[in-house]
């Protein structure tokens, strides 16, 4: 028994196709085979299918799960994870970044598939980051369903990532501006810090030299790496420089570069670490503006002239009260503005009072012992609240920790911009947690490190690879409101399925949760198609 399809000729020469069951049978008068129709399921149109779906439906509830898995040899052979690859896909065409690839190198006598290669170094940095060379043997092959990434062998790899440094400079600025007008950035304020990035070798070349070490690394060679990104955290340009390559050397570049952005302005926002005089005459020689952090040093000019000023704070918001401070005149004077956040204030307070409590305890029971007495004067914790006796006993400094109190909830900024006002200058600083979010993505989420290359242009390479990954991760977390790790988490849960059939393999993708099409919907991509493909 089996389903056939007849077709009968109308007077006007069109022609109507119908669907039949019939069976074969053994005709002994005539001794030969013959068929016959076992029932009409009318013409082969949309009520054809209708009825055919009815029939199947109502075969299957007669037959066991094992008979339906088992019915014409189907059989699953493999699956993927799919929804947060398919994700980055998407996101990678929507931003024009595959377009900007592949124009930038039009000119290029190549047989590379420079694009596809960037695009799959990029997704591995999102999604599991690691060498270039796990990356093709491992991740390509066996863990994500990617039909367009067969053609790609290893040296593809190495050579689009050379392709890439050849061609940074217009691709960013490609970039820029298309992303610009597709995101409707703000790009008013230009946030701009440097990191380092160590390398576990003894060697120094060109670009891996001994400098100052932000990760604690100062006996290894290193990198520079400087990165410009808006209010919101879109990087929108990166630069590496040799180890040894001071922070502020680098500003000239950075405002050579930027130029012609149509940019407001570009600020250099930095933590305490670079509020030496010396430091901030290079920023305001350069022509640059900047922001900064100032410690608090005994007898300088923050503490003696800036903390002391009376004044009234003006509230911004709940968390934030500023004063603005001058301090000087004519050109060379200074203007700071000292932040304060209230609930700080009342947290910092409270804990105090809590470790001055621990010290009377272990003052109580100290009992003159030396090594206990030199273990708290030591201590982070305890020593700044204590001070020394002429006998030798220790005692709570009420004059430190009266000190200390003034300074609860407060941080001094200092800016040579005039055009921004206290409030405009303290968001802003603020903002520098931004551009520090993005270190912590490129090195713990997209994993800057360890750098697996050894020549400069595969260094920069590398560096640009993870920086075009937190585009894709920023521009998804912004449309969310998620962070990366919970969208690509949520989005793992759709995967794709590799089905065996007698006539072919089937690639189907699981139907998508709720979670996972609300993501989808967010970012703005449809999800992926049922049925992907069928070989």
């Given at each position: 028994m089996y389903v056939r399809t007849v077709s009968r000729k109308n007077k006007d020469g069109s022609k109507v196709h119908y669907i039949?069951?019939?069976?074969?049978?053994?005709?002994?008068?005539?001794?030969?085979?013959?068929?016959?129709?076992?029932?009409?399921?009318?013409?082969?149109?949309?009520?054809?299918?209708?009825?055919?779906?009815?029939?199947?439906?109502?075969?299957?509830?007669?037959?066991?799960?094992?008979?339906?898995?088992?019915?014409?040899?189907?059989?699953?052979?493999?699956?993927?994870?799919?929804?947060?690859?398919?994700?980055?896909?998407?996101?990678?065409?929507?931003?024009?970044?595959?377009?900007?690839?592949?124009?930038?190198?039009?000119?290029?006598?190549?047989?590379?598939?420079?694009?596809?290669?960037?695009?799959?170094?990029?997704?591995?940095?999102?999604?599991?980051?690691?060498?270039?060379?796990?990356?093709?043997?491992?991740?390509?092959?066996?863990?994500?369903?990617?039909?367009?990434?067969?053609?790609?062998?290893?040296?593809?790899?190495?050579?689009?990532?050379?392709?890439?440094?050849?061609?940074?400079?217009?691709?960013?600025?490609?970039?820029?501006?298309?992303?610009?007008?597709?995101?409707?950035?703000?790009?008013?304020?230009?946030?701009?810090?440097?990191?380092?990035?160590?390398?576990?070798?003894?060697?120094?070349?060109?670009?891996?030299?001994?400098?100052?070490?932000?990760?604690?690394?100062?006996?290894?060679?290193?990198?520079?790496?400087?990165?410009?990104?808006?209010?919101?955290?879109?990087?929108?340009?990166?630069?590496?420089?040799?180890?040894?390559?001071?922070?502020?050397?680098?500003?000239?570049?950075?405002?050579?570069?930027?130029?012609g952005w149509k940019l407001n302005r570009c600020i250099f926002v930095a933590d305490a670490g670079m509020s030496s005089e010396e430091n901030l005459h290079t920023l305001s020689r350069g022509g640059g503006h900047y922001i900064t952090a100032m410690s608090y040093i005994r007898g300088s000019e923050v503490v003696k002239e800036v903390l002391s000023r009376k004044g009234r704070y003006s509230p911004v918001a709940d968390n934030l009260e500023v004063k603005e401070v001058w301090v000087g005149e004519g050109e060379r004077r200074r203007r700071y503005v000292i932040c304060r956040n209230p609930l700080e204030v009342k947290r910092q307070s409270g804990h105090r009072e809590e470790v001055l409590q621990q010290l009377e305890a272990e003052l109580a029971t100290l009992d003159g012992h030396p090594r206990r007495a030199c273990r708290l004067i030591a201590s982070r914790r305890y020593g700044k609240y204590l001070r020394k006796l002429k006998s030798g006993e220790l005692r709570i400094d009420r004059a430190a920790v009266k000190a200390h109190a003034k300074r609860d909830g407060l941080w001094v900024i200092r800016s040579n911009d005039e055009t921004l006002s206290a409030e405009d200058l303290a968001l802003a600083y603020k903002q520098l947690m931004r551009v520090e979010e993005a270190w912590r993505t490129m090195k713990s989420g997209l994993d800057l490190r360890p750098v697996y290359h050894r020549t400069p242009e595969r260094i920069r390479a590398h560096v640009y690879l993870c920086v075009l990954g937190l585009l894709i991760e920023r521009v998804a977390e912004k449309a969310t409101g998620q962070t990366w790790r919970n969208i690509r988490n949520t989005l793992r849960t759709q995967k794709i399925g590799q089905l065996f059939t007698p006539n072919g393999r089937v690639f189907q993708a699981s139907n998508p949760s709720t979670e996972v099409c609300k993501l989808y919907k967010l970012l703005k991509i449809d999800p992926p198609k049922n049925i992907l493909s069928v070989e």
């Open positions: 039949q069951i019939v069976e074969k049978y053994w005709n002994s008068e005539k001794k030969a085979a013959q068929t016959r129709v076992v029932c009409s399921l009318g013409r082969a149109g949309e009520d054809g299918q209708k009825h055919l779906r009815q029939l199947v439906a109502s075969i299957r509830k007669r037959l066991s799960l094992e008979e339906i898995a088992s019915l014409d040899g189907w059989q699953f052979e493999d699956s993927w994870e799919h929804g947060a690859f398919h994700a980055v896909s998407r996101l990678w065409e929507r931003l024009g970044i595959r377009k900007i690839l592949e124009q930038a190198v039009k000119g290029e006598d190549r047989s590379v598939p420079f694009e596809r290669a960037i695009f799959a170094m990029v997704a591995n940095r999102c999604l599991a980051p690691s060498s270039k060379l796990c990356c093709y043997e491992q991740w390509l092959a066996e863990d994500v369903y990617f039909p367009e990434g067969e053609e790609l062998q290893l040296h593809h790899l190495y050579r689009a990532m050379d392709l890439l440094v050849r061609h940074k400079e217009e691709i960013e600025d490609a970039l820029y501006w298309h992303i610009g007008d597709l995101l409707s950035l703000d790009v008013d304020l230009i946030f701009y810090d440097t990191t380092s990035v160590y390398f576990e070798i003894d060697d120094e070349d060109d670009i891996r030299k001994r400098g100052h070490s932000k990760e604690g690394k100062g006996d290894c060679p290193q990198i520079v790496v400087g990165l410009a990104v808006t209010r919101d955290g879109i990087p929108v340009k990166s630069w590496v420089f040799p180890g040894n390559t001071a922070d502020v050397s680098t500003i000239e570049r950075v405002k050579k570069d930027l130029r």
